[in-house]
């Protein structure tokens, strides 16, 4: 029985697992951006477009590995993105140029960016019945890797003498040696899933399945978007992640310069975005139970509204203890949200359009996030912070619009 329950379950904790590392390693960068302008004497904005470079690959990836499992299956694509992730992390091991480094971060994105569209199609096949809760059991494996992350870069930035002696004997600095954990156990992971799921029903394509449709098309793709739901949907999460991919992006920049904690509180405080992760469980179940969208416009809308609240800290005199429950609120919003737009999706989806419909989807989304770090530095940089976030605040409340105006006129068909 117990061998069963295991095997059961192996999809899911495997690609949960790569999903982790792909997010350790991506909220690895907001913690160091404050060393990584110390080493090479960069701006905010140009840290911050680095970022967006990262992001932007991220996003170009999503659609193409969609597609191609569509065609050869998910694992595999799932096996290659990890092995490339890994050797991108390894790359940031030895100390380099800056170039080098934005190099190797857009290596990383290239190789994390080709995990998730892949992974909602996989989990929506193996859990058919259980879609909703397993994406929120995904999830929130996942999102523990930006809990790690941050508590990761504090224990290596404030390492006790004998863990620093350990870490100077590394090639680079010492800020670097994180990334060598994520590449070996990337790297090593991926060769764990590839073969324990090789020749599941997990690892088979539309193509192996005997689907006789033929092989979708561009335009098959952007069809999608003609139904009007579909497209307003759509709108509601690229809103969603320009404002989160913003936020997460700053976060701890923003908490020491516009609230003015210290640099170790801003990046524990910044972890409570993660730590909230476990509300996926929570609301992926409930969305289930009681349909997407009761769910998604009630985190959405804690999402707004503690977007509105960051921006007040600095002129209510909020300390660490207020900042912590805001952030901590906007974690509860922000991931609750993650599981029921997948399923959503998915339902939305035609099987035969589902991997590369929703890379389609999540290029769009990812490209709106990727744009966010660049366009939060830009304005930091000119006018301060807290007009940046405010314009987060502005995304965020238009996407809890559509999403109740979409709730509203389904129930009325």
């Known amino acids: ?32 951006f404050e060393s990584i302008r110390g080493a090479y004497g960069v701006s905010n904005a140009t840290v911050g477009t680095a970022f967006t470079g990262f992001m932007i690959v991220y996003a170009l990836l999503q659609f193409p590995s969609g597609a191609v499992a569509d065609r050869v299956g998910p694992v595999r694509v799932i096996v290659a993105g990890a092995l490339v992730a890994g050797a991108g992390s390894l790359a940031l091991v030895v100390d380099a140029p800056f170039a080098a480094l934005v190099a190797a971060m857009l290596v990383i994105g290239a190789g994390t960016g080709v995990h998730k569209t892949v992974s909602v199609r996989l989990i929506a096949r193996v859990y058919p019945a259980r879609t909703g809760r397993m994406l929120g059991a995904h999830d929130t494996l996942g999102a523990m890797g930006g809990v790690a992350a941050p508590a990761v870069v504090v224990a290596v930035l404030s390492a006790p003498p004998a863990l ?35 020749g599941s029903p997990a690892a088979t394509g539309a193509a192996d399945e005997g689907d006789d449709g033929g092989d979708p098309g ?5 069809r999608l978007f003609g139904d009007a739901r579909f497209a307003a949907f759509v709108l509601v999460t690229v809103g969603f992640s320009f404002a989160y991919n913003g936020l997460v992006a700053f976060l701890p920049l923003y908490l020491s310069e516009a609230v003015e904690l210290t640099s170790p509180t801003a990046s524990l405080l910044y972890s409570l975005v993660f730590a909230m992760t476990l509300v996926q ?26 977007l509105v609240a960051l921006v007040s800290l600095p002129a209510l005199g909020g300390g660490a203890l207020a900042a912590g429950a805001v952030v901590a609120a906007f974690g509860l919003g922000s991931h609750g949200f993650r599981p029921v737009r997948g399923a959503y999706l998915m339902e939305l989806l035609p099987e035969r359009l589902a991997g590369g419909g929703l890379g389609v989807v999540r290029t769009l989304l990812m490209g709106a996030g990727a744009l966010a770090p660049s366009a939060v530095g830009v304005v930091a940089d000119a006018a301060g912070f807290r007009p940046a976030f405010a314009l987060l605040a502005v995304s965020m409340g238009v996407a809890a619009a559509v999403a109740a105006g979409l709730w509203l006129t389904e129930s009325r068909e």
């Open 1 to 32: 029985m117990r061998s069963r329950r295991i095997g059961e379950y192996d999809a899911l904790l495997l690609v949960s697992l790569v999903w982790f590392l792909g997010k350790f390693v991506r909220y690895l960068f907001p913690p160091l």
């Open 218 to 222: 561009a335009r098959d793709y952007l």
């Open 164 to 198: 620093a002696a350990v870490l100077a004997r590394l090639p680079g600095a010492d800020w670097r040696a994180p990334f060598l954990l994520t590449g070996t156990l990337a790297v090593a992971l991926a060769a764990v899933a590839a073969v324990r799921l090789a």
């Open 281 to 306: 469980l929570v609301t992926g179940d409930l969305s289930d139970r009681v349909g997407r969208f009761p769910v998604m416009v009630a985190t959405l809308g804690l999402a707004a509204a503690t």
